[in-house]
């Protein structure tokens, strides 16, 4: 009997309210659970924030806050084809799909939020750089 698992959405860094209310409701529309985090967490592990197993809250260790312009949107326990819909439905109803985007993967899940951050504006910015 196979498991029912899950889809989850982790939406970070959005600052139009308005917007971000129009991205969760057809999300949960589309039945995935959503998740968002606060600017202030971005310490906290990838797994915590997720619910996984074996993961604890973090404490801050200093009160640095992340620099980080870009919205992201971490997708967990989806199929590409699935993931390939989301982003084409978020299309079709006009909402900007964030630039940065990421799959929860064996390895980054013991990231922090600013660790998976800095990783997707390096490799954004290192796309940018080619295209010009």
């Not at 996984?52 to 326990?77: A, C, D, R, S, W």
């Not at 819909?85 to 109803?93: A, D, F, I, P, S």
Request: aromatic letters at 10%.
């Amino acid at each position: 009997m196979k498991k029912n698992i899950q889809e989850m959405i982790l939406l970070y860094n959005f600052t139009d309210e308005l917007r971000l209310m129009e991205i969760k409701t057809l999300l949960e529309a589309m039945k995935i659970k959503v998740i968002t985090v606060d600017k202030e967490e971005h310490y906290q592990k990838i797994g915590y924030l997720f619910g996984l197993k074996g993961f604890n809250k973090v404490q801050p260790t200093n009160e640095e806050v992340l620099n980080f312009e870009y919205e992201l949107m971490m997708f967990h326990n989806f199929t590409k084809p699935r993931l390939d819909n989301v982003l084409k439905t978020m299309r079709e109803k006009n909402l900007q799909v964030p630039i940065c985007k990421a799959v929860v993967t064996t390895f980054n899940r013991f990231w922090s939020i600013a660790r998976v951050c800095h990783a997707l504006e390096k490799e954004h910015l290192a796309m940018q750089k080619q295209d010009a």
